[in-house]
């Protein structure tokens, strides 16, 4: 079993940031790969950011590079995104999502991913 939850969410203002946390119950965190989704209302849920389990492999979504930052601590079994200069287009429900894998190339963007918290609400006022 992996359980994920996630946190900080919340509702913040054009151009403001978050830090959205992750906790992972799981055993070996390590061997897992982890990713952020969202999901705003009417649409498809969306690739966001990609870690592998040593942070080596990381890949982040066009619509937030350089804005978006993604880590992890498997001492901690903990994820992290650190959301910078927050667009209202980035209001969505956001995922933590995990998958066994200990890749860390560019094929972690291909993976499917069979876990997931619960999500978070992000808003972003205009």
């Known amino acids: 079993q992996v359980q994920l939850v996630e946190s900080g969410g919340g509702l913040v203002q054009d151009g403001g940031s978050l830090r959205l946390s992750c906790a992972a119950s799981?055993?070996?965190?390590?061997?897992?790969?982890m990713g952020w989704f969202r999901q705003a209302p009417g649409k498809e849920r969306e690739f966001v950011a990609i870690i592998s389990w040593n942070s080596i492999g990381i890949y982040y979504a066009d619509s937030v590079k350089g804005r978006f930052t993604i880590s992890r601590d498997n001492a901690k079994n903990m994820m992290w995104l650190e959301m910078n200069s927050l667009k209202p287009e980035d209001t969505a429900v956001y995922y933590c999502a995990a998958t066994y894998s200990k890749i860390f190339g560019s094929a972690l963007r291909g993976l499917s991913y069979d876990y997931w918290g619960q999500g978070t609400q992000v808003t972003v006022s205009s």
């Open positions: 799981v055993r070996t965190f390590s061997n897992y790969a």
